[in-house]
């Protein structure tokens, strides 16, 4: 993330003071510098994963002393918190900031956005998503499971249960459309046509892209499905 982007985050360092997540030491650090030493933190967590953190990796990494580290969190459990929270709470953040826009398109121009949003989301906000998709697709760590994947997944999946509403308030869904299972496929097939394009190794599972199918025919057919599923006539 641009330290540009970083300068909106402040509120959020502040709230972290108030919770005891980090100093104040830390929330008096210039933008740049809380922004490298988070980006540390990730990088580190993301490589070698949240249970192997190493406190003298992530100090070589972010460029500071491992003392320097302890007057910004209160110790190497504290460190990982808040590169976690702080992750957590800006995804949500992007997701609810679209949201609207999205729910207000007519469903099958939402659907197509959701989908190229959810890659270039990918682009901005790449350190805290590596640690997502590894919590997310390794997992053997419940904090990351409850205060990270758990809520961004929610707050995604919340995005298109309220696109699947006001569809239907537009007369776009049949009445009859259980909207809340609808809610949860049109999720897990929007998981299943995105995730692939972003990890190769999961595309040698799921099968989704190769030479001859090129991503944008999968979406279409994606949309498709979803519109012939729960759609009216009129669709």
């Known amino acids: 993330m641009a330290t ?49 953190i190493n406190i003298k990796q992530v100090a070589e990494r972010a460029g500071v002393s491992v003392g320097s580290l302890y007057t910004y969190f209160n110790d190497r459990d504290g460190m990982l918190n808040f590169a976690v929270t702080l992750s957590a709470r800006i995804l949500i953040e992007s997701i609810r900031v679209f949201g609207p826009m999205l729910a207000a398109m007519p469903l099958k121009d939402g659907l197509a956005a959701y989908v190229a949003g959810a890659l270039e989301w990918t682009e901005l906000y790449l350190k805290p998503l590596r640690l997502f998709i590894r919590a997310t697709y390794q997992g053997g760590d419940p904090q990351l499971t409850e205060k990270l994947v758990r809520p961004v997944a929610a707050a995604l ?6 696109m699947l509403v006001n569809a239907a308030e537009r007369g776009e869904i049949r009445p009859d459309v259980d909207l809340e299972a609808a809610t949860r496929v049109v999720y897990g097939l929007a998981i299943a046509v995105t995730d ?18 090129p991503a944008e025919r999968v979406v279409s057919m994606y949309i498709k499905l979803v519109l012939e599923g729960i759609g009216t006539k009129a669709d």
Not at 33 to 50: H, K, N, S, V
Not at 157 to 162: A, G, V
Not at 202 to 210: E, I, P, R
């Open 4 to 52: 540009s982007n970083w300068l909106h985050i402040h509120s959020h360092i502040l709230q972290l003071e108030r919770e005891d997540i980090v100093t104040r030491t830390f929330r008096r650090l210039d933008p740049e510098r809380q922004q490298i030493i988070w980006d540390a933190i990730l990088d580190e967590a993301a490589d070698r994963g949240p249970v192997s």
């Open 196 to 213: 692939p394009q972003l990890l190769p190794h999961l595309n040698a599972y799921f099968q989704m892209v190769d030479d001859t199918m």
């Open 157 to 162: 999946q919340d995005t298109l249960r309220q």
